[in-house]
């Protein structure tokens, strides 16, 4: 028995370089349920592990890695998420090679930023991604946001046990319910499993978020109009946030171009503005209205 279990692993050993990865990705605005149906995901479509804020995680443990809702500031958060410690992500792709990992749900607030984490994990693009509007109401969304944002109430979906032994400061609560499996076959084989997800409360409020995070986009905003034309001067940046991510209305003086339309550089402009926030930040930016004060002549 021993020696066929041997060459079995041997064989498997062999095979696994040649097995193709399978990534999928759940995607959607923070706050909405993403960590809260990750394993559902997970399950449907036979994905083995997640990738959430940081983690690694498998069944109910974290394999590796270390979580960003740990962490003290809204943009230390968004770094420990995007993987920006090379340490943190070797540490995250070791762990996927030694578990021999082959199936894996990235969670992220945008479609760049699923792309990003898998690059930097040195993993395949997701074949598929999932919306979370595509398997949860808008009703459920809403009182998620409604969660995040008057309770300050984040999900690890990993059991309460492995987040309080690691997280004591900020875990709140555990939640332990059964998960059904779909098919009625597997119902009445009754193959249904418990799932465990844990609630915690980061460091960081919601206000402080808010107020560290607009702050940030406003800086990211500038270098990147100071680095598309240093002739702009930006008069004023209006940021509204909502469910789904942030608008921009950026007010400015700018010189006339006679090589390039006006309306062709602001749209220049809008798209490397949208573009560099969210592959820096992970946050989903709706839109970049850029408004023209005044065209000042060259002297």
Not at 6 to 14: G, P, S
Not at 36 to 59: S, T
Not at 254 to 275: G, W
Request: aromatic fraction near 6%; include cysteine.
């Amino acid at each position: 028995m021993h020696v066929v279990q041997f060459f079995r692993n041997l064989a498997n050993d062999i095979i696994q370089p040649f097995k193709q990865n399978t990534i999928y990705a759940l995607v959607g605005a923070s706050g909405t349920g993403k960590s809260y149906n990750a394993k559902f995901v997970a399950a449907q479509y036979g994905l083995r592990a997640i990738i959430d804020d940081g983690l690694l995680i498998q069944a109910d443990k974290i394999l590796a890695g270390h979580s960003a809702k740990n962490e003290k500031s809204f943009l230390a958060a968004v770094r420990v998420a995007l993987f920006d410690d090379k340490e943190h992500r070797d540490d995250i792709a070791r762990a996927i090679k030694r578990y021999r990992i082959r199936k894996i749900l990235i969670l992220g607030t945008s479609e760049k930023m699923v792309m990003r984490i898998a690059a930097r994990l040195q993993l395949p693009p997701p074949t598929r991604i999932i919306h979370i509007e595509e398997m949860v109401s808008k009703e459920k969304i809403e009182l998620a946001l409604k969660s995040r944002q008057i309770e300050g109430k984040h999900v690890i979906p990993v059991s309460s046990n492995e987040v309080r032994k690691r997280y004591p400061k900020i875990f709140a609560n555990g939640i332990r319910f059964t998960f059904h499996r779909l098919t009625p076959t597997q119902l009445l084989a009754k193959n249904n499993k418990v799932v465990e997800k844990s609630i915690v409360q980061p460091s960081f409020s919601i206000q402080s978020r808010r107020t560290i995070s607009e702050a940030a986009i406003v800086r990211m905003a500038m270098l990147c109009v100071g680095s598309y034309d240093k002739t702009i001067c930006v008069k004023k940046i209006l940021i509204i946030a909502d469910a789904r991510g942030y608008k921009l209305t950026i007010t400015m003086n700018i010189l006339p171009d006679t090589q390039l339309p006006l309306t062709k550089r602001v749209d220049n402009l809008q798209k490397q503005i949208i573009n560099n926030i969210e592959s820096t930040s992970g946050i989903f930016i709706e839109n970049v209205n850029i408004v023209i004060d005044k065209v000042i002549e060259s002297r």
